[in-house]
């Protein structure tokens, strides 16, 4: 942790700006988040200057702490209690400090109070590392581990039951409750929402035609592919996870045929997908929703209004839940320990690393698309992407990766800014084709570590409803379990079996946004090149 000191008063106010300015593009932080920061210390300064009577003597001390990738400001003044965060209220337009309320209103979630030794504490938030979700999960595996292992060689066998099934069992039931509770609805809303913010001229015409089409077929070859990888890459099935799995819920049933896929997409009544988690039967509403809401037009526009609503409101509890996820992760992995031998953690490695590999081979067959489909070079597609491959790695979310990928597209590969700009966020959906290897191969990969057949309808079924699966996903971390749920279900694999995999998720996650980045380019390439709106030039250049 690294801190710097300096004193902010009304003599000294420029100085200690400049400071901040200084110090944060050192750090390397957007101008965005420079900006807020100085607004944010500006008012706060002022609100305090406020509460302490405007003396001409007034001075805060501002320190800028750094822990981890993390930077924030921390603000210490003497005198009387006072919150300044507190103190707002409603935004009267005509009060001179109107805009001053606006900012910290809009950022007060960045803004902490507190109140220590006869001091006003004042803590803002300036960056938060994009690595923090992965760290935290990272300590979290470690110190799962470590405990399982103490435990496991120092108390009784009955002790170690209790743990495992009354703690550590519990902490994850509970988890994917809250899970499942709040993805269901966040995936029927952000489908609707896609499909009412589509205009007719783009995003529903030509161009959003063949941009869906080419995802699709890509996303298709995908999931074949997949299949074919684990079944090649897992032949013998790993034991090691079949022993993690808890012998109460060690139950198989029978897995679900190809028509009954089909014919179960209709829900015999609106509660029926809620109540059952059933995805696709979401899916099947969630369109029929959004196309006759864009159909009813302007008398819809407060239909529109909820729905955006709704959208933002399902992705702001799901932030909150997945927040959870490296406390999970210590308990699932604890209980995994508890439950099972140093093979089965060796088998864990061995998906790890499965899923790396598969990262790879999913660039390779994007880059395939590009060469097959856009009739260009994939050469230096492949090298452009390898080299941006670290953004959505470290960012670990296709979404958050958009102004970026923007740029790769329309500054490295010569796609016109415009198309980039209607490809790239429509495409998001239909371009999960990192997710879905994953959860395909892992499918086959449980299958056949329980000894369940594979035969051919198994391997239809398995291919149809992995991919129609993976178009409903929503671009957030979380979502892949749900999904892996629902495919084992599918296939006929103990949906407890998906906590086995919790302790690497969110790490799997991050090689997944690369795959998902990159078919997302790949189809927007494929766009451009049949539009004819590539400069070859710029793409072929180095």
Not at 24 to 45: D, V
Not at 76 to 89: I, S
Not at 165 to 191: D, E, H, R, W, Y
Request: charged share 15%.
């Amino acid at each position: 942790m690294k801190k710097e000191k300096l004193v902010l008063s009304k003599n000294t106010f420029s100085e200690t700006m400049n400071w901040l300015e200084q110090e944060l593009c050192k750090a390397k932080i957007s101008q965005k988040e420079i900006l807020t920061a100085q607004l944010l210390l500006e008012e706060t300064f002022l609100r305090l200057s406020e509460g302490a009577g405007n003396p001409e003597d007034f001075s805060v001390t501002v320190a800028l702490r750094r822990r981890f990738g993390d930077i924030s400001l921390l603000l210490e003044a003497n005198g009387e209690p006072y919150n300044p965060m507190v103190e707002m209220t409603e935004v009267n337009e005509e009060e001179e400090d109107a805009y001053g309320l606006a900012v910290l209103k809009a950022h007060r979630n960045q803004v902490g109070y507190s109140r220590k030794n006869g001091k006003n504490l004042v803590s803002i938030k300036v960056h938060e590392s994009s690595t923090k979700d992965a760290r935290n999960t990272f300590i979290g595996i470690v110190l799962g581990m470590v405990c399982g292992i103490l435990l496991k060689g120092n108390i009784s066998a009955a002790v170690l039951d209790h743990i495992s099934v009354t703690m550590a069992g519990s902490v994850l039931k509970m988890f994917m409750n809250a899970l499942s509770m709040t993805i269901g609805p966040m995936i029927f809303i952000s489908v609707i929402a896609g499909i009412t913010n589509m205009s007719n001229a783009a995003d529903i015409g030509r161009m959003g035609g063949k941009l869906i089409v080419f995802s699709l077929v890509k996303l298709f070859c995908c999931t074949v592919v997949a299949v074919v990888f684990g079944l090649l890459f897992f032949a013998e099935g790993l034991p090691g996870l079949a022993e993690a799995i808890p012998q109460q819920a060690l139950v198989t049933k029978p897995g679900l045929s190809l028509l009954d896929i089909i014919t179960g997409i209709i829900p015999a009544n609106l509660i029926q997908p809620f109540s059952t988690g059933n995805v696709l039967q979401m899916l099947f509403l969630a369109c029929l929703f959004g196309v006759f809401i864009n159909r009813a037009g302007e008398q819809a526009q407060a239909a529109k209004a909820l729905i955006e609503f709704l959208n933002v409101l399902f992705m702001d509890i799901m932030n909150v839940v997945v927040k959870f996820i490296p406390v999970v992760v210590f308990f699932s992995m604890m209980q995994f320990m508890l439950t099972t031998g140093t093979d089965a953690l060796v088998s864990l490695g061995i998906v790890f690393v499965a899923h790396a590999l598969d990262t790879v081979l999913v660039i390779f067959v994007s880059g395939l698309f590009v060469a097959l489909a856009g009739s260009l070079s994939p050469v230096p597609f492949l090298k452009k992407v390898l080299a941006f491959a670290p953004v959505p790695f470290s960012l670990n979310s296709s979404n958050a990766c958009i102004p970026l990928t923007l740029k790769l597209c329309s500054e490295k590969l010569g796609v016109d800014s415009r198309l980039a700009m209607f490809s790239i966020p429509v495409g998001l959906q239909f371009n999960m084709n990192g997710s879905n290897f994953y959860i395909t191969m892992l499918a086959v990969l449980m299958a056949r570590s329980l000894g369940l057949e594979l035969n051919l309808n198994v391997l239809v079924t398995l291919t149809v409803s992995a991919f129609l699966i993976s178009v409903t996903m929503a671009g957030c971390p979380g979502s892949g379990i749900i999904a892996l749920c629902t495919v084992f279900e599918t296939v006929g694999i103990p949906t407890a079996a998906v906590a086995i995999f919790l302790p690497i998720e969110s790490i799997v996650g991050m090689f997944s946004t690369v795959s998902n980045v990159t078919s997302d380019v790949a189809s927007t390439m494929m766009l451009a090149s049949s539009e004819k709106q590539l400069d070859k030039d710029v793409y072929m250049a180095k």
